[in-house]
């Protein structure tokens, strides 16, 4: 009988793996950004479709984004942020000071 694999284990080896890590922090800021997206809209009680309107997207994009499927680019931030009454702040740090 073989022994089974931690979750730990199993994440540890995926991400040992050449160019896992980006890829696995690259998907973490996706979602990040989705989660906080999604989290104002319904904080404003908006719709996808309403919020799409107003960034002058299409409600499936905003689905596609607040679920973490697409790497949104800086314009494409600024209007979401504008159409949530937000402002968007972009910064860099050491990594060292990163959390």
């Known amino acids: 009988m073989t022994e089974r694999t931690s ?3 199993m994440r ?3 991400l040992g793996r050449p160019g896992a890590g980006a890829a696995y922090e ?3 800021i996706r979602f990040e950004l989705g989660e906080t997206v999604r989290l104002r809209r319904e904080a404003l009680g908006m719709t996808q479709a309403q919020l799409a309107a107003e960034a002058g997207m299409q409600q499936p994009a905003v689905a596609r984004f607040e679920a973490g ?3 949104p ?3 494409v931030l600024e209007r ?3 159409a949530l009454q937000m402002r968007l702040t972009v910064e860099m740090e050491p ?3 990163a959390s």
């Open 7 to 9: 979750w730990r284990e």
């Open 73 to 75: 680019t800086i314009v």
């Open 80 to 82: 979401l942020a504008l």
């Open 12 to 14: 540890e080896g995926i």
């Open 69 to 71: 499927g697409t790497m």
């Open 95 to 97: 990594l060292e000071r």
């Open 26 to 28: 690259a998907a973490r």
